[in-house]
Structures are given as C-alpha cells and as structure tokens.
C-alpha cells in the first residue's frame, strides 16, 4: 500500500487528520505534519523525512501538500528529489486527500498522482452555477390557484 504524508501550515494537516478520520475511519500508513510558527523549515524537512519513512512499505509515497511554493512544498520537493519512490502534489484539497485513503491500494504512485489530481479537480464546483443548471433542468411543476 502507498503511503501517504499530508502536510501544510499551521493546523491544515491536523484539521485534514480529523475530517479524513470521520470520513475513511483510522487509516494505517498515512500521516499527518503540521508546519507551525515555532517549527523552522529544516524541522520541517525532518518531520517529513521521518513521516515518510514511518509511511513506507516499498510501494512508495505520497506528499499533499496545501500551497505550492510554500514551505511544506517545497520541503516535500527536496525529499523527492533525493528519496525514490517519492511523488508530491501541492493544492491538496479534503476530497483528494480522502481519496487517498481509498484509492491507494493496488495500484502505482503514478496512478495514484494521476487519479488525485482528476478528483482534485473535479471536486471544485461553482455552486450557483450548479444551481442554476439544476432549477432549468427541473420539471415545472404545476400550481393549482387556491384549495
């Protein structure tokens, strides 16, 4: 199974633990780093490099990340490019890091990256735009005048 280190700023990956947990239950091999204002970023790198080792059976892992460019990022990109088997996405979303959980067995770190990014992406919605197609795709009901 892939393994999976969610990490970002402040409380994104903690908050990230707690949604994932009520949604997926517990998950084994996936875990959670918070870059707080007391953390540096070389403790950063540290607590991901030890996150991902923690994580990995051999089939891999893979980082999400909240803000591309940011510290967590970036931090996940220096360990990528020194560590196999390492791939990272950066603008992770709840429902792409949910998924995770559930699409990470049986299949390649590639295919996983892949499968995320269409379910990140699909997953952002204009909702009044939503709306708005579902009121013209609704049957007109009839109105009856009084009782």
Known sequence: MIGIVVS????FASGMQSAVVAITGQQTQMAF???TESMSTDALELALRQAASAVDSGEGVLFLTD????SPANRALNI?????AIEAIS???LPMIANAAFEREGTTLQALVTT?????????QDMRAQLEMAMQSAP????EDGL
């Open 8 to 11: 970002g700023h402040i409380h």
């Open 33 to 35: 780093v918070d870059f």
């Open 67 to 70: 803000i591309p460019g940011g």
């Open 80 to 84: 990528l490019q020194d560590t196999p």
């Open 91 to 93: 603008g992770a979303n």
């Open 116 to 124: 995320l990014l269409e379910i990140g992406t699909s997953s952002m």
């Open 140 to 143: 007109e009901i009839p109105s």
